[in-house]
């Protein structure tokens, strides 16, 4: 958490709405993205990150700063989309928790290869949103929100191994579109 | 096999470049002023918070009430007037002896149940989120 962060979720546990104002407005877009890409509709995800924002606001008071703010605020947005889509929990768990040693993510080509890749890249956003929303949820906390896996596992509440399985299968499930884009 | 490592890795730094490029969307501008009209309308409006001591007060209370119905289910007649006629007898003494035991007895037994219920509501503390 950044020192002025921590100032600023310091004088909103006095009630200062000003403070509380620039936690939105750094961490808003997050969280209503969040939202939107796990359910779809932007009306309702606009609906959601207004009420994560107003709970967070009712229970900054008891932030004690274990976790970072920005965890604390998404398992508030998660916790919401759980009420909101009761299957996903259960879907979520249903992924196992497979002994996956090593996710490839973090990986580069050579960039005069990813040069060539625009196409392929605009096929794969949309395939993204074609994802489960258990896969897109896991893919936006993990690659926007750059959260660890550990993170995630705690904001999600599920264990380690079914965040790695998750975004395993949902790496899986690209590479088997862009086969097929190619062929 | 070195060539299918490599179409392997190049894939998956394809996969990984779409899934860090995926575009965030602009959140509504009218988020932001949604939020704040809420907040500002919980801060201006009486709060309703109940504290420990409200819970502690209502289970002391919820048990005194279920103490009464055990007492009035479990006595007969008879060992109600006899009960009476001790505290009568009791009070009437130069001594107080009873009475002083009775009353003791009660004090002790609401300070138990006060305490048992910190013990107890302390443990929970009734908000939406979790506490982290």
């Known amino acids: 958490m950044q020192p002025n962060e921590v100032e600023l979720i310091q004088q909103a546990k006095t009630g200062d709405t000003k403070a509380f104002v620039k936690l939105i407005v ?7 993205n969040l939202a ?28 004690r700063g274990r976790a970072t703010f920005q965890t604390w605020l998404y398992r508030i947005v998660v916790n919401l989309c759980y009420n909101r889509l009761p299957n996903l929990r ?22 005069a290869t990813l040069v060539e890749i625009d196409e392929q890249r605009a096929f794969l956003h949309r395939q993204i949103e074609r994802l489960p929303e258990k896969y897109r949820l896991l893919i936006t906390l993990r690659y926007q929100g750059e959260l660890t896996y550990e993170e995630i596992a705690q904001v999600l509440d599920v264990p380690l191994g079914t965040v790695k399985t998750g975004i395993f299968r949902a790496r899986a499930r690209l590479r088997e579109a862009l086969r097929n884009f190619e062929e | 096999m070195n060539n299918q490592h490599d179409i392997n890795h190049i894939t998956d730094a394809i996969i990984d470049d779409a899934l860090k490029t995926y575009p965030l969307a602009n959140p509504p501008d009218t988020l932001l002023p949604a ?6 309308t919980l801060s201006s409006a009486p709060r309703f918070r109940l504290s420990w001591f409200d819970y502690a007060i209502s289970l002391f209370g919820a048990g005194m009430v279920g103490l009464v119905f055990l007492l009035w289910e479990q006595f007969s007649l008879p060992t109600f007037v006899w009960f009476q006629a001790q505290i009568l007898i009791g009070i009437q003494h130069p001594g107080l002896y ?23 509501f302390s443990r929970f503390d009734f908000q939406p989120t979790a506490d982290w």
């Open chain 1, 26 to 32: 750094e961490h808003q877009s997050f969280a209503y």
């Open chain 1, 36 to 63: 939107l890409r796990t359910l779809g509709d932007p009306h309702e995800a606009e609906d959601m990150a207004q009420e994560a924002f107003v709970r967070a606001w009712l229970a900054i008071s008891r932030f």
């Open chain 1, 90 to 111: 259960r879907e979520l768990a249903a992924e196992g928790d497979e002994k996956i040693a090593n996710v490839h993510d973090g990986l580069s080509a050579n960039p």
């Open chain 2, 35 to 40: 939020i704040m009209t809420r907040i500002e």
């Open chain 2, 98 to 120: 009873f009475l002083w035991i009775a009353l003791s007895g009660g004090a002790a037994l609401t300070i138990m149940a006060v305490f048992v219920a910190l013990g107890i």
